[in-house]
């Protein structure tokens, strides 16, 4: 238990007449947390303290392991008159909290009215807090923010910014959301920060993410890729890049989760990243010992349009794969890779019955990519 209290690092919030009763020592933060940790009972005035701490910190709420204690906390806390102030922008952090706490249940109906209030938090904090007034829709079609949110990073410490960053990544990494409704995916959260990075800003995060890829400092990478999608940079693009990042690292559910989240906003993808997407569906139908014909289909139909193909760095991850598949499996999997990445046309691929009997179907006409996690 000592790490999960030796890296924590605290602001200088006023202790004074913080408890109930004099301490012949005055209490700091980390002792309050380490005995909530450990299942001593705490005042009211200690239990708020955890969970402004823990919001902060969602590795630790994780390692603790009173995730149910630690979202009827939450609960508490969102009660209290700082909170219940819709000017206060802590109050989506603990929101986000806790729908992140309510996907690791699985409580879907309750995952979706926290977001219904994390919208409406937001419509009320960025009307009360942005100067400008731009009107603008949510990919679902409903009408959710109407004020641009620049003016939020004037408002927002570095630490509040840096943990809503943090849980909104969480958040997007968790397969549940996926299981909230019908199509539902990433681009559907009500994000905050909401600021879109410009082109410069995003393919300068995404040479450096990319970098780190060459140089199997996957850690590195991945922090930069979930920074470029909450702030919403060519998503589709970045959850394939972020794909290969996963299954590189063995982590083939979370790249799963990726790639369902990508083909859930095809309609937003250029068609070389909508033909990558669909190279991950075929692999993983594959080494799920499943059919993907109909996902040939797809392929073809995109590979057949200009600008479907762009030179693709995957033959690392594909060698990885190659103790999973078949010689037959793998043969194809790297003749399409060629064709893919605009090295060798179609031709090669005739060469296989599955892929000659294979009919193009438009993807807009395809359903949805789903996984039973």
Same mark, same amino acid.
């Given at each position: 238990m000592g790490?999960?209290?030796?890296?924590?690092?605290?602001?200088?919030?006023?202790m004074k007449d913080l408890f109930e009763r004099d301490n012949t020592r005055q209490a700091f933060f980390a002792d309050i947390a380490k005995r909530w940790a450990s299942g001593d009972s705490l005042t009211k005035n200690e239990q708020r303290i955890v969970a402004n701490i823990l919001i902060f910190y969602p590795d630790y709420i994780l390692k603790n392991g009173r995730n149910e204690e630690f979202l009827e906390l939450l609960?508490? /806390?969102? !009660?209290?008159?700082?909170?219940?102030?819709? !000017?206060?922008?802590?109050?989506?952090?603990?929101?986000?909290?806790?729908?992140f706490m309510l996907l690791l249940h699985g409580s879907n109906e309750e995952s979706l009215e926290v977001i219904n209030q994390i919208e409406k938090f937001f419509k009320t904090f960025c009307k009360n807090n942005s100067t400008t007034s731009i009107d603008r829709s949510s990919v679902s079609g409903n009408d959710v923010f109407r004020n641009s949110l620049d003016s939020i990073y004037t408002i927002f410490s570095t630490s509040l910014e840096k943990a809503y960053t943090e849980i909104i990544a969480r958040i997007m990494d968790r397969y549940e959301l996926l299981r909230l409704k019908p199509g539902f995916n990433i /681009? =559907?959260?009500?994000?905050?920060?909401?600021?879109? !990075? /410009?082109?410069?800003?995003?393919?300068?995060?995404?040479?450096?993410?990319? @970098?780190?890829?060459?140089?199997?400092?996957y850690d590195r990478a991945a922090v930069l890729y979930r920074k470029m999608l909450v702030n919403k940079f060519e998503q589709p693009g970045t959850l394939v890049h972020l794909a290969r990042l996963e299954m590189? =690292?063995?982590?083939?559910?979370?790249?799963e989760t990726c790639i369902v989240n990508a083909w859930r906003m095809r309609k937003e993808a250029p068609l070389y990243v909508q033909s990558r997407i669909l190279y991950f569906i075929v692999l993983f139908k594959i080494l799920r010992s499943e059919s993907f014909d109909p996902w040939l289909g797809c392929m073809k139909e995109v590979l057949s349009q200009p600008d479907s193909k762009m030179q693709w760095d995957m033959d690392r991850m594909l060698s990885e794969q190659k103790k999973n598949l078949s010689p037959d499996n793998f043969l194809f999997l790297q003749v399409l890779l060629k064709a893919n990445s605009g090295s060798d046309d179609e031709g090669s691929l005739n060469r296989? @019955?599955?892929?000659?009997?294979?009919?193009?179907?438009?993807?807009? !006409?395809?359903?949805d990519f789903d996984i039973n996690f």
């Amino acid at each position: 238990m000592g790490a999960f209290y030796d890296e924590l690092a605290f602001d200088n919030r006023d202790m004074k007449d913080l408890f109930e009763r004099d301490n012949t020592r005055q209490a700091f933060f980390a002792d309050i947390a380490k005995r909530w940790a450990s299942g001593d009972s705490l005042t009211k005035n200690e239990q708020r303290i955890v969970a402004n701490i823990l919001i902060f910190y969602p590795d630790y709420i994780l390692k603790n392991g009173r995730n149910e204690e630690f979202l009827e906390l939450l609960k508490i /806390s969102l !009660l209290e008159p700082c909170l219940t102030n819709l !000017l206060n922008p802590e109050r989506g952090l603990f929101l986000y909290t806790m729908l992140f706490m309510l996907l690791l249940h699985g409580s879907n109906e309750e995952s979706l009215e926290v977001i219904n209030q994390i919208e409406k938090f937001f419509k009320t904090f960025c009307k009360n807090n942005s100067t400008t007034s731009i009107d603008r829709s949510s990919v679902s079609g409903n009408d959710v923010f109407r004020n641009s949110l620049d003016s939020i990073y004037t408002i927002f410490s570095t630490s509040l910014e840096k943990a809503y960053t943090e849980i909104i990544a969480r958040i997007m990494d968790r397969y549940e959301l996926l299981r909230l409704k019908p199509g539902f995916n990433i /681009s =559907q959260l009500p994000l905050v920060p909401d600021r879109k !990075l /410009s082109a410069f800003a995003g393919n300068d995060l995404r040479d450096k993410a990319l @970098e780190f890829y060459h140089k199997q400092a996957y850690d590195r990478a991945a922090v930069l890729y979930r920074k470029m999608l909450v702030n919403k940079f060519e998503q589709p693009g970045t959850l394939v890049h972020l794909a290969r990042l996963e299954m590189m =690292q063995g982590n083939i559910v979370q790249a799963e989760t990726c790639i369902v989240n990508a083909w859930r906003m095809r309609k937003e993808a250029p068609l070389y990243v909508q033909s990558r997407i669909l190279y991950f569906i075929v692999l993983f139908k594959i080494l799920r010992s499943e059919s993907f014909d109909p996902w040939l289909g797809c392929m073809k139909e995109v590979l057949s349009q200009p600008d479907s193909k762009m030179q693709w760095d995957m033959d690392r991850m594909l060698s990885e794969q190659k103790k999973n598949l078949s010689p037959d499996n793998f043969l194809f999997l790297q003749v399409l890779l060629k064709a893919n990445s605009g090295s060798d046309d179609e031709g090669s691929l005739n060469r296989f @019955e599955m892929w000659c009997k294979a009919v193009p179907v438009n993807p807009v !006409l395809c359903p949805d990519f789903d996984i039973n996690f």
